[in-house]
């Protein structure tokens, strides 16, 4: 069964830093370019940061640029997404995202992540 599982959000305070995890099941990130994506209460869900199908290439929401790091395990199997200097406007649900061209398209539960002090 192909799935995507987050972990690792939780609360944390101002200037904090967590780590997100999404583990596949089924496949892996090989050949898959990969997002996270949030979505906080009222808002629309955005993308936060992204890697090629090959990890030759990141990106980064400018409202995360030098805070925020998008990694992958050596068995490509598991995404990291390294959240530093932590802010209260960070609160959202986060999700993992794979996609293979139009066919292959799989999402994660989420998970919450609360800035707060």
């Known amino acids: 069964q192909v799935q995507l599982v987050e972990s690792g959000g939780g609360l944390v305070q101002p200037g904090g830093s967590l780590r997100l995890s999404c583990a596949a099941s089924g496949f892996t990130f090989s050949s898959y370019a990969i997002r996270w994506h949030r979505q906080a209460p009222g808002k629309e869900r955005e993308l936060v940061a992204g890697m090629s199908s090959h990890g030759g290439v990141t990106t980064y929401a400018d409202s995360v640029k030098g805070r925020f790091t998008i990694s992958t395990d050596n068995f490509k199997t598991t995404v990291y997404l390294q959240m530093n200097s932590l802010k209260p406007e960070d609160t959202a649900v986060y999700y993992c995202?794979?996609?293979?061209?139009?066919?292959?398209?799989?999402w994660g539960q989420g998970t919450q992540v609360t800035v707060s002090s």
């Open positions: 995202n794979a996609r293979r061209g139009m066919s292959y398209d799989y």
